[in-house]
């Protein structure tokens, strides 16, 4: 599963060289313990939005700030990520919240760039700054009628980076990317900012049904 859009840092030079599983629990086991705890405001402002009870994915759930979100919501989450210290940290998390959502989220350690996801309906499926393109055939597979998309990430720009860190354009969207490979569905809410050097796409979309 590689992340180097998938998160707002990116691995050190001299990780890149080592397989993705190795790279992304290296850079779990180095987090700082309160990194990456809030849901981004996007996420947050999509929650009043999405249903209170049924079953979410969380893609590239990584230390699961946004499980645990989902979690509290309601939802019953598969949290699925190649970092088996990553979905650690957010067990770990899960169950030091007060109260725990921890019962509600089932962890699940494997490379979705398979690509595979779990065979599975979901009400609402999550992804924040991940990107690969074979998975959106699987996302509106996976997803039930009438359920919900919240997507969030990178989009090629002259100045895109993350943490001053330059990203692969693989693992950047084009502009209006996102909107256009979901077109089938109902487009809730669509935009595109540029902040400092981030170029980012955020997408609220509900598959028909």
């Keep these: ?16 060289h ?45 230390a699961g700030r946004h499980s645990l979100t989902l979690a509290r919501h309601g939802l019953q989450v598969d949290a699925i990520d190649i970092s088996w210290h990553g979905l650690r940290l957010a067990r770990q998390r899960a169950l030091a919240a007060h109260p725990s959502p921890g019962r509600q989220i089932r962890f699940i350690v ?14 609402v499926i999550l992804v924040s700054f991940f990107l690969h393109r074979p998975l959106f055939p699987l ?39 996102l909107k256009d490979t979901f077109a089938d569905f109902e487009i809730r809410f669509y935009a595109e900012s540029q902040d400092r050097a981030k170029a980012t796409a955020q997408l609220l979309a509900q598959k028909p049904g």
């Design 1 to 16: 599963m590689s992340k180097t859009a998938a998160l707002s840092g990116s691995p050190t030079t001299g990780s890149t």
């Design 18 to 62: 080592l397989p993705p599983r190795r790279r992304w629990d290296e850079r779990y086991i180095t987090l700082p313990a309160e990194a990456r705890m809030e849901p981004t405001p996007f996420v947050t402002a999509c929650l009043p939005k999405l249903p209170q009870q049924g079953h979410a994915l969380d893609i590239a759930a990584g």
């Design 110 to 123: 494997a490379d979705v760039e398979r690509p595979w996801l779990p065979h599975a309906g979901y009400e």
């Design 139 to 177: 996302i509106k597979a996976r997803l039930k009628p009438g359920g919900w998309l919240v997507y969030e990430t990178f989009i090629a720009g002259p100045e895109t980076s993350s943490d001053g860190h330059a990203m692969r354009r693989d693992f950047l969207l084009e502009p209006d990317e």
